[in-house]
Nanobody, 129 residues
């Protein structure tokens, strides 16, 4: 089973940018559809974005569409989340997750946690207004 470690979080001013990374080890990273989720204080974890195993398709939550970009480098076993025009409401712990094989693409895009099997521990992103 793939193991995931996020990095790149930090404190940034509103309007700024950050790039998160998710390093994968064990398992075959290049075969997994990968997702990003986030959990703000006092709220449930929510879906942010998903990318196909080959990087050929992506899908975003409405809240981040046009501001965030998910990408991957299968040669480096790494997933990325480029975040721009950050807002205070983007403050959250960000998690990467590996999709459970065998689901349809639309299932991954529905952003349900149950369709993702391996999770990292998260990285904190704080946006000051």
């Amino acid at each position: 089973q793939v193991q995931l470690v996020e990095s790149g979080g930090g404190l940034v001013q509103a309007g700024g940018s950050l790039r998160l990374s998710c390093a994968a080890s064990r398992g075959t990273f290049s075969t997994y559809n990968m997702g990003w989720f986030r959990q703000a204080p006092g709220k449930e974890r929510e879906f942010v974005a998903v990318i196909k195993w080959n990087g050929g398709s992506t899908y975003y939550a409405d809240a981040v569409k046009g501001r965030f970009t998910v990408s991957r480098d299968n040669a480096l076993n790494t997933l990325y989340l480029q975040m721009k025009s950050l807002k205070a409401e983007d403050t959250a712990v960000y998690y990467c997750a590996a999709g459970i094989p065998g689901r349809t693409w639309s299932k991954y895009c529905s952003g349900q946690e149950a369709d993702f099997g391996s999770w990292g521990r998260g990285t904190q992103v704080t946006v000051s207004s």
